[in-house]
């Protein structure tokens, strides 16, 4: 079975720290990972994904199958970037996500 | 451009009542999902559907019955609430294969 871990239920750093944000997951076929954002009562949005490799509002993901882990990571923390953080996991032909407990970050000024 | 819409956005139910979650998408998806939040506990996966018609189970699908009757519409039903089912329910839809969900809003729901 397909299971994604956040070991940091809370994380809390100072604006223009660097912040990195860990998941692990478990899965023994080819996954796809994607981390996933919710802004205070927003909907969660799609942060990014590991296969378009791309950059988005600064974080990067970089996919590590040797040690299982897609961690979330942006070099200068915004106070605007407090929010839910969302790993989630699915098979490449599949179309469930399994979610991660969540990482709630807090940018204090 | 709606994107997703659940309704309704906010409810209180007594222990024992029914009631239907309404999600509908404009952006012809063909897979629509259904999930629970719960602090500490991420989202669990109530049911989902792969198109009109079809339904399946997720992993936390006890308690709860959907139906996808229209391409565009998905519901999730409680027949009898329980305090348990004290969530935020959170609708999504997908093309497909891939992961890109678009989320809903959410549905806060509390059972006393």
């Known amino acids: 079975a397909q299971r994604v871990t956040q070991p940091e239920k809370l994380l809390s750093v100072f604006k223009g720290a660097p912040v990195e944000l860990k998941c692990n997951y478990s899965?023994?076929?080819?996954?796809?990972l994607f981390w996933y954002v919710q802004y205070s009562r927003q909907r969660l949005q799609l942060l990014l994904r590991?296969?378009s490799r791309e950059s988005i509002k600064g974080f990067t993901a970089d996919l590590n199958k040797g040690e299982t882990s897609f961690h979330l990571k942006k070099p200068f923390a915004q106070e605007e970037d407090s929010a839910m953080y969302y790993c989630a996991l699915t098979e490449t032909s599949g179309s469930r996500l399994t979610f991660g407990e969540g990482t709630q970050l807090t940018v204090n000024p | 451009n709606a994107g997703v819409t659940q309704t309704p956005k906010f409810r209180v139910l007594k222990t024992g009542q029914s009631m239907t979650l309404l999600c509908a998408q404009d952006?012809?998806?063909?897979?629509m999902y259904w999930y629970r939040q719960d602090p500490g506990m991420g989202l669990r996966l109530i049911h989902y559907?792969?198109?009109?018609?079809?339904?399946a189970k997720g992993e936390v699908p006890d308690g709860y019955n959907v139906s996808r009757l229209k391409k565009q519409n998905f519901l999730l039903g409680l027949e009898s609430a329980a305090p348990s089912q004290t969530s935020v329910y959170f609708c999504a839809s997908s093309y497909g294969q891939g992961g890109g969900y678009t989320f809903g809003s959410g549905t806060r729901l509390t059972v006393v």
């Open positions: 952006m012809n998806h063909e897979y």
């Open positions: 590991h296969i």
């Open positions: 899965y023994s076929g080819s996954p796809e």
């Open positions: 559907s792969v198109g009109e018609g079809t339904t």
